[in-house]
């Protein structure tokens, strides 16, 4: 049970670090970014909150 319990804190500290580094990728981004890149770095964003709120 330790083990499984271990796993699912390293998992939530694993999303935990992703949307922190998904929302500093977005707020980097400046005015020239393209259409593209916004994007990319909006669903990247999106995935990790979405991983964050499976790991609750």
């Known amino acids: 049970m330790t083990h499984m319990t271990n796993t699912i804190a390293q998992q939530r500290e694993d999303a935990e670090r992703e949307l922190s580094a998904a929302r500093a990728e977005l707020a980097s981004l400046g005015a020239s970014a393209s259409p593209s890149r916004l994007e990319r770095a909006l669903e990247r964003l ?11």
Do not use: C, S, T, Y
């Open 46 to 56: 999106q995935a990790a909150q979405e991983a964050l709120a499976l790991a609750a």
